[in-house]
């Protein structure tokens, strides 16, 4: 969905579609402005003290051996990243991400995949069912086993990532199994390019299911992430 103004009503958009693309949004203004005025942006410097990791964070293209092992790119490089929940090795996972901009490619694109795709091919039994626990120990804090399908705020939410969750019974490895080998199938995938800066993509992250297609071998593509925990409005 495309927004080229602000007549119509962001938190509408993202419940009707799981997603919004604002072509060319306010470039002009960074990227921490607009997360600010647009939701409560999800502040790391506060929330997770002394991890380094910023409330706005730079997603570039790299090489494996370019980045620390917990990050995608050490795994996958240039290469595609598969579909994912942002952060779902948290307890609950953070409700919105947004992308934004900076330097844009025309040879990569941002994959989306409507939660309502998984729950429908997989069933709702398997993966009420289906346990995991993050892939590492957190100096924060071991959250448990985490349920794929979860509940907060009277709203229900789906997590995945294949990375960051391991198995732990028959439901959850045939989830993975499942999800390793057939989402390219979905015919409810979606492709977003962002080319100019300001290109705004904000995603239900309980919704939606999100990836990279692969990358260039020189990239150039510069995006910027926030994460915030729920929609005010648009700026």
């Avoid at 929330?47 to 990050?71: A, C, D, F, M, W």
């Avoid at 297609?213 to 593509?221: G, H, I, L, N, Q």
């Amino acid at each position: 969905m495309k927004l080229n103004d602000c007549s119509m009503d962001l938190s509408r958009e993202l419940q009707d579609n799981g997603y919004v693309f604002i072509p060319h949004w306010h470039s002009i203004r960074s990227t921490r402005e607009l997360a600010d005025i647009t939701g409560t942006i999800v502040d790391f410097e506060s929330l997770l003290p002394g991890s380094g990791i910023p409330s706005v964070q730079t997603l570039q293209p790299r090489k494996e051996h370019e980045l620390p092992k917990n990050r995608y790119s050490c795994v996958f490089g240039l290469n595609e990243f598969p579909l994912h929940t942002d952060l779902a090795h948290w307890a609950i996972p953070p409700r919105y991400l947004m992308l934004r901009c900076i330097n844009g490619s025309n040879d990569v694109t941002t994959r989306l995949l409507p939660a309502s795709a998984v729950i429908g091919a997989i069933g709702h039994a398997i993966l009420t069912r289906a346990l995991f626990k993050p892939r590492r120990s957190s100096r924060h804090g071991n959250v448990g086993l985490l349920p794929l399908l979860f509940s907060s705020n009277y709203t229900n939410g789906l997590r995945w990532d294949s990375l960051f969750l391991t198995p732990m019974n028959a439901a959850a490895r045939d989830v993975l199994d499942f999800m390793t080998g057939n989402v390219g199938n979905f015919n409810e995938l979606r492709e977003i390019t962002l080319i100019l800066p300001g290109d705004t993509l904000i995603i239900d992250n309980w919704r939606m299911l999100h990836g990279r297609s692969k990358a260039v071998a020189e990239p150039k593509r510069v995006i910027e992430r926030a994460y915030l925990s729920d929609i005010k409005s648009c700026p």
